[in-house]
């Protein structure tokens, strides 16, 4: 969906960060996949993503631009969400969403992109709990986890964004995949 905010608007809303843990994957060491960043998503995988993007839209969350980890199953599972929301939605890759990546680092290079207000990023866990937990000013020891599929989202007064972020919402796949109009 198009977005017909004002750019002052824009800036009393402040800044939306909005997380993902990629969807159910091949399972590592799987035949044919030896390589880790090739695990695609499995048949599951893909209907339990759309199942979860259809959430995200009933339940209103409305993105300006996707980030995802490059690897097949992280990408696999932006552009699931970036169909859900059609072609208003770009979709980006970062290095900083791969495996041992700083989401920290990702929110630092956002700053270059003032006409985005509201994003999300698709990564993996370990690296996203413990981002997160830094980005909302909690104990790097927080037990934050991310099931494959669930969401956060994470709200900014400022942009470029100034930490502690304030957590809005921390959603189940389950969850999401449940919310319906």
């Known amino acids: 969906m198009a977005s017909h905010e004002t750019k002052q608007q824009k800036d009393a809303q402040g800044f939306r ?107 993996h866990e370990p690296d996203l709990s413990v981002g997160v937990a830094k980005l909302i000013g909690a104990s790097p020891k927080a037990n934050f986890q991310f099931k494959k599929g669930g969401c956060c989202r994470i709200d900014f007064e400022d942009f470029p964004p100034h930490f502690p972020g304030k957590l809005q919402w921390w959603l189940t796949p389950r969850v999401l995949r449940k919310i319906k109009l």
């Open 17 to 123: 960060l909005h997380v993902m843990r990629h969807g159910i994957a091949v399972a590592r060491g799987s035949a044919g996949f030896p390589d880790d960043a090739e695990r695609p998503l499995t048949p599951e995988g893909k209907v339990k993503m759309k199942a979860i993007a259809r959430g995200l839209l009933h339940l209103g969350v409305r993105v300006d631009s996707i980030i995802t980890s490059p690897l097949v199953r992280a990408r696999e599972t932006a552009e699931i969400v970036a169909q859900a929301y059609g072609h208003d939605v770009s979709l980006e890759f970062a290095d900083d969403l791969k495996p041992g990546g700083s989401l920290e680092m990702l929110v630092s290079h956002l700053a270059r992109h003032l006409d985005r207000r509201s994003i999300l990023v698709v990564g």
